[in-house]
């Protein structure tokens, strides 16, 4: 008996050491970086996410591989946006183990400054419990495509927002949005009754 005591005190231990507190990666098109300090994960992600054929897609999927569970999640974004069907893996992964329907866990998206979101980098923002913009950041909004920036999918983009939780009402009013590939930019302000944002901040940094 305390032979499997110690086993199990000695691989707990050993699981706590190999916890992984520290990752940054920088790719062709996209930084990202995980800390874990405090309770607290951050994640921050600068540029864009693109498909493998393309980009080295190894960082981001390492990060969606070291997310701890049960711990609260800080997602800062600066981005255009990119393939949805890469982002989706470090998504699924945050959800999964920061799900706030099944514990206290809390995601939270940031917008920080002048900082951008687009594209498909709304259905990043849309993740989290509470969703925080920079006063003066910029949302951009576009036709769905089957690759950035070719081969409409008509209704696609509106339908994963829809998804995501934005006002289904809100999407109908402002079909403009969505009507060409090119980017539409709206200021938080701009934005009441889509039910994107939460919370306002004026902090230039996160």
């Not at 419990?129 to 769905?144: L, N, P, T, V």
């Not at 994963?160 to 939780?165: N, Q």
């Amino acid at each position: 008996m305390k032979f499997l005591l110690l086993l199990l005190t000695f691989i707990t231990f050993a699981h706590a050491q190999e916890v992984e507190k520290d990752f940054r990666f920088s790719g062709k098109h996209y930084s990202i970086s995980y800390k874990l300090e405090d309770n607290l994960q951050t994640v921050r992600l600068h540029g864009e996410i693109l498909s493998g054929i393309v980009e080295d897609l190894s960082g981001f999927k390492h990060v969606a591989s070291i997310i701890q569970k049960d711990i609260p999640v800080k997602f800062v974004l600066y981005s255009g946006g990119g393939y949805l069907e890469a982002i989706k893996r470090l998504l699924n992964s945050m959800k999964r183990n920061c799900d706030s329907s099944q514990s206290d866990c809390k995601i939270t998206t940031i917008i920080p400054g002048y900082a951008y979101c687009a594209s498909a980098c709304l259905n990043m923002f849309m993740i989290g419990d509470e969703r925080i913009a920079g006063k003066y950041s910029r949302f951009g909004f576009h036709q769905g495509a089957m690759i950035p920036g070719a081969l409409k999918i008509p209704g696609f983009a509106q339908k994963t927002l829809r998804t995501s939780g934005v006002n289904a009402e809100w999407l109908k009013e402002h079909k403009e949005l969505f009507s060409s590939l090119e980017i539409s930019w709206m200021y938080p302000n701009q934005m009441d009754g889509s039910d994107m944002i939460t919370g306002m901040s004026e902090a230039y940094e996160y």
